[in-house]
C-alpha cells in the first residue's frame, strides 16, 4: 500500500490566505488529494481566487476583534467538519491561544507562549545564547535611557535597530559610528531591539516539526530582497549546517508546527541567527507537490522531507521586477537578475489556477484603498489586522517561558 492511500484525504483549513505561501501550500494539498478551505479576515486575499479551495469564508480580523475572530473559526470547524487547521500568518498568535477550543481538530501550532517567546526578537536570542550557540551580540532597548546609554557604550560598533515584534524588516534601521540616532519611538509598550550587525551571507530557513521532531526542511539566500525587507527569490542550498542547526533548536525546546529563521553566515562558517518566526514562510514555494509536504505538516513521515537539490527557483515575480534590478549593484549582479528571472517559476502564477494572477490588480488597489483609509503604509496594510505586538512583558520576564530538553550540539558543514 502506497503512503498516499495510507495517509488518506484530510479536511484542511488554511488561515492568512492573503499570503503567497499560503497559496502555494493551498495548491500543494489540493494535488495531493485534501479538500481545501480557506478563511481570511481581508475581503480579496489571494486564495479566494484560487480553483484549488472548496470555499472561501470571510472571517473577523484578530487584532481588533478577537473574540469574534474565535468565535467564527469554531464555527466553520465544526460546520465544515475540518480535520487540520494551519494558520500561514500572524493570525497564528491568536490561534494559538484558542486551539482547545477548536475541538476534534488538530490544529498545527504550538503553546501561545512558546510562539511569543520566539516571536520576541530579544527573548529568541536569550534563548540561543541559552543554549550556547552563537548569536549576535543584542540589546533590550525599552526607553529613551536606553538609548541614550546604549549609544555612549556601543557607538563605535555597526548596529541594526528593529522593533521586538516586527516583521519584513518594516522600520529596521541601521547606526553606525558617527552617525546621528534614527529617531524611534521607544517605550516600555514598543520595545526595540539593537542587534550588531554581522558581515556575511544571509539565509533563510523554513521547517515544520513536531514535538521537536523535524519533519521537513528547507532553505534559501536572500539574495533578491524587497528592500531591506523579505526575500523574493528562492533557490535550494541545503546547507547541512543549518539543517543540523534548526534540528537541534527545535529539538531542545519540543517545538511543533511550521517554523522560520533568518541567519547570517559569516565567511569563518560561523552561524549567527538574527531572528525566528514561529509560522510559515516562502520556504514553502521550494516544495513540490510530489515530495508531499502534507506528510510533514500530518506528521506521518518517519523522515525529513526536503525538495529535492536542483529543482526550479520560485519567485515573486512582480517584485522581482521592482526591486531586483535595483538590488543587483554591478555588472555581474544584473547578469544574475536576469538569469534569475529567466529560470525562476512564478508562485503565484499557475496554467492550473489562472485566479490568483489575474486578480492582483484588483487586490492591490483594494489593499491601497485600505492603506489609504487607515493611513497605513501600503507595505504594512498587508498584515495590519493580524499582527501581534504586544503583551511584551508578559512573555520576556519568564512568566511565560517554557522548558527545554539538553541534546548535543548541531553538527557543522557540508550540504544535504
Given at each position: ?152 557604550r556601543e ?161 515573486i515575480t ?9 538590488a543587483c ?88
Amino acid at each position: 500500500m502506497s503512503t498516499r492511500k495510507k495517509l488518506g484525504s484530510r479536511r484542511i483549513l488554511i488561515t492568512g490566505g492573503r499570503a503567497p505561501a499560503a497559496l502555494d501550500l493551498a495548491r500543494q494539498l489540493s494535488a495531493l488529494g485534501h479538500t481545501i478551505y480557506a478563511a481570511d479576515s481581508l475581503a480579496s486575499p489571494l486564495l479566494r481566487f484560487s480553483r484549488c479551495i472548496e470555499k472561501f469564508i470571510r472571517i473577523p480580523g484578530p487584532r481588533d476583534n478577537a473574540s469574534a475572530f474565535a468565535e467564527a473559526l469554531q464555527a466553520i470547524v465544526r460546520e465544515r467538519s475540518i480535520d487540520l487547521l494551519i494558520p500561514t500568518c500572524e493570525e497564528i498568535f491568536y490561534v494559538a491561544q484558542i486551539k482547545s477550543k477548536l475541538q476534534g481538530c488538530t490544529v498545527l501550532t504550538d503553546d501561545f507562549g512558546k510562539l511569543i517567546a520566539l516571536h520576541d526578537k530579544a527573548s529568541f536570542i536569550r534563548l540561543v545564547e541559552e543554549m550556547e550557540l552563537p548569536a549576535p551580540h543584542t540589546v533590550l532597548l525599552e526607553t529613551e535611557r536606553d538609548m541614550h546609554a546604549f549609544l555612549e557604550r556601543e557607538g563605535t560598533r555597526k548596529w541594526v535597530l528593529k522593533p521586538v515584534f516586527s516583521r519584513f524588516a518594516n522600520h529596521t534601521r541601521l547606526y553606525g559610528p558617527g552617525e546621528a540616532l534614527p529617531r524611534i519611538n521607544v517605550s516600555p509598550d514598543n520595545p526595540w531591539v539593537a542587534q550588531h550587525f554581522v558581515e556575511g551571507r544571509e539565509y533563510c530557513v523554513y521547517a515544520v516539526a513536531h514535538k521537536g521532531r523535524l519533519t521537513a526542511y528547507a532553505d534559501y539566500a536572500a539574495d533578491f530582497t524587497a528592500g531591506r525587507g523579505a526575500t523574493i527569490y528562492f533557490k535550494s542550498c541545503g546547507r547541512r549546517d543549518l539543517f543540523g542547526w534548526v534540528e537541534y533548536f527545535v529539538r531542545e525546546i519540543r517545538f511543533t508546527g511550521q517554523i522560520a529563521f533568518d541567519f547570517i553566515v559569516h565567511e569563518s562558517g560561523v552561524i549567527y541567527p538574527l531572528e525566528c518566526n514561529p509560522r510559515a514562510t516562502s520556504g514553502l514555494h521550494l516544495f513540490a507537490p510530489e515530495e508531499g509536504i502534507d506528510r510533514a505538516l500530518l506528521d506521518c513521515t518517519d523522515t525529513v522531507i526536503i525538495p529535492s537539490p536542483g529543482g526550479r527557483p520560485a519567485m515573486i515575480t512582480a517584485a522581482m521586477l521592482m526591486y531586483g534590478a535595483a538590488a543587483c549593484g554591478t555588472p555581474a549582479g544584473l547578469r544574475q537578475w536576469i538569469a534569475g528571472l529567466a529560470r525562476g517559476r512564478d508562485v503565484i502564477f499557475s496554467r492550473k489556477d489562472w485566479g490568483p494572477a489575474l486578480a492582483q490588480g484588483k487586490i492591490l488597489l483594494d489593499l491601497w484603498r485600505e492603506a489609504r483609509a487607515k493611513r497605513v503604509p501600503l507595505k504594512e496594510i498587508t498584515t495590519y489586522d493580524i499582527e501581534w505586538n504586544g503583551y511584551y512583558e508578559s512573555v520576556s520576564d519568564g512568566g511565560d517561558r517554557f522548558s527545554r530538553r539538553k541534546s548535543d550540539p548541531p553538527p557543522a558543514g557540508g550540504r544535504l
